[in-house]
T-cell receptor, first 114, second 111 residues
């Protein structure tokens, strides 16, 4: 596709379960970012990838959150032992490289933890 | 103090008028400044970026940056109902890849 894609679009899970969120960036984009948007809040940076490496993991809120990127393309954000406060829209963005300012956002995954 | 602050609104503007959106930031190391538009239930869309003091115009949109006062604004001329959305201000520090966002201003254009 032409844009950033994310799956699933919606995820409802029970507290304590693990979830995996997927991001497929624009073809050729080497930089990939994960953000979280909670109700009434701005976008909160989680983690950034340049290629397969993650130079900046500073935004991950706890060790229950992890992310990986393989083949310089698809990325997976994993949340273990989900909590109700993890409920949010998780947005992925990509750009040509880390020096390029324009980040293109995907449609997001709405996560609801019951 | 939040790193990027915006008035949450809602801001109501009559159709055809100028909408003025403001944003202040706390870190003087901020280098790049962005305005994103986000329709309800949709992802953010970049509409303007600005890097130097002064004004930058693109169609009906004008971004204004004042680094000394640490604020950036967005003017929308001839406002249209389709401009009704939440506008997010974002800044990027020198040498830092991540964007820091404000909480957004909800704008409603009244026909």
């Amino acid at each position: 596709g032409a844009g950033v894609s994310q799956s699933p679009s919606n995820k409802v899970t029970e507290k304590g379960k693990d979830v995996e969120l997927r991001c497929d960036p624009i073809s050729g984009h080497t930089a990939l970012y994960w953000y979280r948007q909670s109700l009434g809040q701005g976008l909160e940076f989680l983690i950034y990838f340049q290629g397969n490496s993650a130079p900046d993991k500073s935004g991950l809120p706890s060790d229950r959150f992890s992310a990986e990127r393989t083949g310089g393309s698809v990325s997976t954000l994993t949340i273990q032992r989900t909590q109700q406060e993890d409920s949010a829209v998780y947005l992925c963005a990509s750009s040509w490289d880390s020096l390029t300012d324009t980040q293109y956002f995907g449609p997001g995954t709405r996560l609801t933890v019951l | 103090q939040k790193e990027v602050e915006q008035n949450s609104g809602p801001l109501s503007v009559p159709e055809g008028a100028i909408a003025s959106l403001n944003c202040t930031y706390s870190d003087r190391g901020s280098q790049s400044f962005f305005w994103y538009r986000q329709y309800s239930g949709k992802s953010p869309e970049l509409i303007m970026s600005i890097y130097s003091n002064g004004d930058k115009e693109d169609g009906r949109f004008t971004a204004q940056l004042n680094k000394a006062s640490q604020y950036v604004s967005l003017l929308i001329r001839d406002s249209q109902p389709s401009d009704s959305a939440t506008y997010l201000c974002a800044v990027r520090l020198f040498g830092n890849e991540k964007l820091t966002f404000g909480t957004g201003t909800r704008l409603t254009i009244i026909p």
